[in-house]
Each structure stands twice: as structure tokens, then as C-alpha cells.
């Protein structure tokens, strides 16, 4: 069984091409570990959903993990790269 998000054009005959995964981002920036920070980098690659907790009360730094709402019907970002 898979849970859909309901939308008023909801079609149970239909797969949604939306779905959630972990995105990783290892090599950020230490000021990149604060809310702000992860969602401007999740956001080139989907829509964020939910945080790691422990990247953004900085217990657990090296690879940052956000959870994204991805549309797999379109191309898959493999890389995130911003200014140095």
C-alpha cells in the first residue's frame, strides 16, 4: 500500500509522480547546517519536507540530510553547486 497526498484532480487509478527521499549533501558548509541554510540547498533539487534534526542542532555534521518532495517524472539533479 502507498499513501498519496490528496489533490482535488486525485486519481486512485493513476501513480503520482511525487515522491519523498532523503537527499544527502555531503562537503557543506559549516553555516550551511542552520535551517535556512538546508532548505536553500534542498530547494534547487525539490521541495523540502523535513530536516535531518541533527544536522541543524549541529550533533551531526559532514553530510546533511533533507528530506524532498521529488517529481521522478523529470531529469534527477545529481549535483548541487554553489558560489565558493
Not at 484532480?9 to 503520482?16: A, L, N, Q
Not at 536553500?40 to 540530510?65: C, D, E, H, M, Q
Request: net charge neutral; charged share 20%; with cysteine.
Amino acid at each position: 500500500m502507498r499513501i498519496f497526498k490528496w489533490t482535488a484532480d486525485f486519481d486512485p487509478t493513476k501513480e503520482s509522480p511525487l515522491t519523498p527521499v532523503w537527499a544527502h549533501f555531503p562537503g557543506l558548509p559549516f553555516y550551511l547546517y542552520e535551517e535556512r541554510g538546508l532548505l536553500s540547498v534542498a530547494n534547487s533539487i525539490g521541495k523540502p519536507l523535513r530536516i535531518f534534526s541533527l544536522n541543524t542542532n549541529r550533533v551531526k555534521l559532514g553530510v546533511a540530510s533533507v528530506c524532498v518532495e521529488l517529481d521522478i517524472s523529470k531529469p534527477l539533479v545529481d549535483e548541487v553547486v554553489g558560489n565558493q
